[in-house]
Nanobody, 114 residues
Framework: QVQLVESGGGLVQPGGSLRLSCPAS????????MGWYRQAPGKQRELVAQ???????NYKDSVKGRFIISRDNAKNTVSLQMNSLQPDDTAVYYC????????WGQGTQVTVSS
C-alpha cells in the first residue's frame, strides 16, 4: 500500500522559512511527476509546485521565486523549500503525483503568523 507521509510544517513568522519533506513508498517513484499541494481553510486544494521525473519544475505564480521543489529518486523523496513565507501561505500541505494518482496523506500544517 502506497503511503505518503508529509513532514516539516510548523508555525513561522512572516519572512521565515520551512522545508517540507515527503518520502513516498511508491514503486517506480522516479518515473512519476510529483507535486506539492496545499489547502487553506475554506478553500479548494491547489497545486503549488511540481517536478517532472527528470527535474523540470513549475510553480504557482504566487510562490515563484520563494518556493523550490526538489526530488531525490534514490530516497523516493520529494521536498519543498519555502522561503519568504507570507500569511497567505498558511495551509495544510500535501504531496502527491501530478496528476493525482494516490490516496492523500495526512498533510503537514504550515502556519505563517506573527
Amino acid at each position: 500500500q502506497v503511503q505518503l507521509v508529509e513532514s516539516g510544517g510548523g508555525l513561522v513568522q512572516p519572512g521565515g522559512s520551512l522545508r517540507l519533506s515527503c518520502p513516498a513508498s511508491i514503486r517506480l517513484f522516479n518515473i512519476y511527476p510529483m507535486g506539492w499541494y496545499r489547502q487553506a481553510p475554506g478553500k479548494q486544494r491547489e497545486l503549488v509546485a511540481q517536478i517532472t521525473s527528470t527535474g523540470g519544475t513549475n510553480y504557482k505564480d504566487s510562490v515563484k521565486g520563494r518556493f523550490i521543489i526538489s526530488r531525490d529518486n534514490a530516497k523516493n523523496t520529494v521536498s519543498l523549500q519555502m522561503n519568504s513565507l507570507q500569511p497567505d501561505d498558511t495551509a495544510v500541505y500535501y504531496c502527491n503525483t501530478v496528476p493525482v494518482r494516490l490516496d492523500w496523506g495526512q498533510g503537514t500544517q504550515v502556519t505563517v503568523s506573527s
